[in-house]
């Protein structure tokens, strides 16, 4: 969700919050990505910012209202948002729960304006506390008394960060016990290893990049064989440098291997461009006139929300 706050949205709710930048972040150049970064890390140094906002309840609104305004402005009728929640009760001085409460609703009030369908997937950030905090959000999850909103879990952040042990159960466990989706970054950063244990230890239904996985065909057998589908963000993963510059897109590799996928935009705000762009960078890469097409259905089938018509 917040890699699609636009600009303006942010400076004006640092502005209104008097939020201080961190030491050595200036805005005109960390904030926004548009060229090819030196790696994943660099790419996502606007979280250092987006961690600090919103301190107050009504700029939650403020933000919901100015993501799901553009993304209504690219003709999106349907979209999962992605949150990693748990920072807003920090910043708000709430409960985890409340935390999620404020969410869901403000994000569905936002959502119910423009008619748009709003799923919600909870974030958690590969770490140390990654399982404490994946524990805490299932609490509140239930607490609120397991909301259709919510359709599912990630993981996310730096791959070169260790998880706890125990974290891939939890993930499988809460698949099993409430239904919701699991999709995993893994094999952004060429750690093919990521890949295999989303779909091994974490039964992910979706792989966020995994681009990693179209240099390992047993792997792309495996993904094929089980449907689980690769969410390609083909203007991302040049910004990140998941697919150097002198590379072809692993979207054909995934085709040829049948290997489903859908194309995602990833955090468009960041990028200052739509969906749309995402589409027409995909067919760039390769992506022919006829999948485009079917893409539509594509992003149906292997999407979270259920009923989508
Ligand atoms: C380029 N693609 C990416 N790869 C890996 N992790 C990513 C990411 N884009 C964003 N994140 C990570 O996902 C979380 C988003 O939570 P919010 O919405 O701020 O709540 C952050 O941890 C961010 O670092």
């Not at 502005?15 to 996502?44: H, K, M, N, Q």
């Not at 748009?116 to 909870?122: F, K, S």
């Amino acid at each position: 969700m917040n890699g699609a706050i636009p600009a303006a949205t942010i400076r004006e709710i640092l502005r209104d919050e008097a939020t201080a930048l961190p030491p050595g972040f200036v805005i005109e150049e960390d904030l926004l990505r548009s060229s090819p970064c030196t790696s994943l890390a660099t790419y996502l140094r606007p979280w250092q910012v987006l961690r600090l906002i919103p301190k107050k309840r009504e700029n939650l609104d403020v933000i919901s209202q100015a993501v799901v305004t553009s993304l209504a402005a690219n003709g999106i009728r349907f979209v999962e948002l992605r949150s990693s929640v748990l920072y807003l009760s920090t910043l708000q001085r709430c409960s985890a729960t409340q935390a999620l409460e404020r969410l869901i609703e403000s994000t569905r009030h936002a959502a119910e304006r423009y008619g748009m369908r709003c799923g919600l997937i909870m974030t958690v950030t590969r770490g140390d506390y990654a399982a404490v905090n994946l524990a805490t959000l299932l609490q509140a999850y239930r607490d609120l008394g397991e909301p259709d909103d919510i359709v599912g879990l990630d993981l996310a952040g730096d791959e070169e960060i260790p998880y706890p042990a125990e974290l891939p159960s939890l993930f499988r466990e809460a698949k099993e016990r409430f239904g919701l989706g699991v999709t995993i970054h893994a094999g952004e950063t060429g750690r093919v290893d990521n890949v295999r244990a989303a779909v091994e230890l974490f039964a992910a239904d979706r792989i966020g990049h995994g681009t990693a996985a179209s240099q390992d065909p047993a792997l792309l057998e495996m993904l094929a064989a089980r449907d689980i589908c690769i969410e390609v963000c083909p203007i991302s993963n040049r910004l990140t440098g998941a697919v150097p510059a002198d590379q072809a897109h692993p979207l054909q590799e995934f085709r040829r291997r049948g290997v489903p996928f859908v194309i995602c935009s990833d955090n468009p705000a960041i990028h200052q461009r739509g969906l749309a762009d995402d589409y027409a960078v995909a067919m760039a890469e390769g992506l022919t006139a006829d999948e485009l097409a079917q893409q539509f259905a594509t992003a149906k089938r292997y999407s979270f929300l259920e009923d989508l018509s």
